[in-house]
């Protein structure tokens, strides 16, 4: 009988591209996931990975079995929410649903609503784990997180396959941080005309929200002009609270500004962000999901 735990296994491998990427996500160690992949080969009698250079490739018959195994991972999933159907007793929603979402909404809800749910569904198990919004949709796709939160800039989805449902949860703004010494610390909006000329502070190249600054700017030659990059937000108001730029930071999980800084929006949609949660359709039904639902809904920002 083939080992579907190692079948997922394979399937991260696919995901991450690497049996270090599928280990980390997967929680076992590499030599673990290398394991379970051989034995996999043994029992299926075909080669499943190919080394290429110091890296790995699926092969065709390893390819196949990922595909073709996607459904049944599926019902399995959706065999696991049957199960827990039908509980008349809300506090008796028991089991595990693994989630996945971006560090902002982790700090500025995702907190309050895991110790409200600690608090009401004590034997339902909620391991989180950050990520970017295209990693999230990645993660649950492959059935390695059952529930991503997940955000997209200026009105553009995400791409998702067929299998994924996307609901729209919550609409961040994003406002541009200037120290309060500014010449344009006194405007009630700004355009980006007005910020070309800026220094900026930003995320890193290949995520999201350095892709969202850079459509802001659609237009706009020369700009943004970024000197300094942090993966945190927080870091960002102290660069900007030293005179060392200025930033664009979403509203969700910001807390407090502190001294000597001020927040101005923008005239501009880009700025703004749809807060999203994804999950596979084969899990519509799981009353742990809906507990998770209903108390994201219920803290959300006024």
């Excluded at 079995?65 to 506090?91: E, F, K, N, Q, Y």
Aim: glycine share 8%; hydrophobic share 45%.
């Amino acid at each position: 009988m083939i080992d579907l735990d190692a079948v997922q296994s394979l399937h991260a491998v696919a995901t991450e591209g690497s049996v270090a990427g599928a280990a980390a996500v997967r929680g076992f160690t590499p030599s673990a996931v290398s394991q379970q992949i051989k034995r996999l080969e043994r029992e299926t009698g075909v080669p499943l990975l190919e080394r290429v250079g110091r890296g790995v490739l699926l092969t065709e018959a390893g390819s196949r079995l990922v595909i073709s195994s996607t459904p049944i991972l599926a019902d399995l999933a959706r065999l696991r929410a049957d199960l827990h159907a039908g509980v008349a007793d809300a506090a008796e929603i028991t089991g595990e649903l693994r989630i996945a979402a971006f560090s902002s909404v982790v700090r500025g809800l995702l907190a309050d609503v895991l110790a409200d749910l600690a608090r009401t569904h004590p034997r339902l198990r909620l391991p989180l784990r950050e990520s970017e919004p295209w990693e999230t949709v990645a993660l649950v796709a492959s059935g390695q997180r059952d529930l991503g939160i997940a955000h997209q800039w200026g009105g553009i989805a995400l791409a998702l396959p067929d299998s994924l449902v996307a609901t729209p949860l919550y609409t961040d703004i994003a406002d541009v941080i200037l120290r309060e010494d500014h010449p344009l610390a006194g405007r009630d909006v700004l355009h980006p005309a007005d910020l070309a000329d800026e220094p900026w502070i930003a995320t890193f190249e290949t995520t999201i929200c350095r892709q969202w600054l850079r459509r802001l700017f659609d237009g706009v030659g020369g700009a943004p002009r970024v000197v300094h990059e942090s993966m945190e937000f927080h870091n960002h108001l102290e660069l900007v609270r030293a005179g060392l730029g200025v930033a664009l930071i979403p509203r969700l999980g910001r807390g407090p500004l502190g001294p000597g800084l001020v927040a101005i929006p923008t005239a501009d949609p880009a700025s703004t962000r749809d807060v999203v949660t994804v999950h596979r359709r084969s899990q519509a039904d799981s009353p742990a999901l809906h507990a998770v639902l209903a108390a994201l809904s219920a803290r959300l920002p006024g």
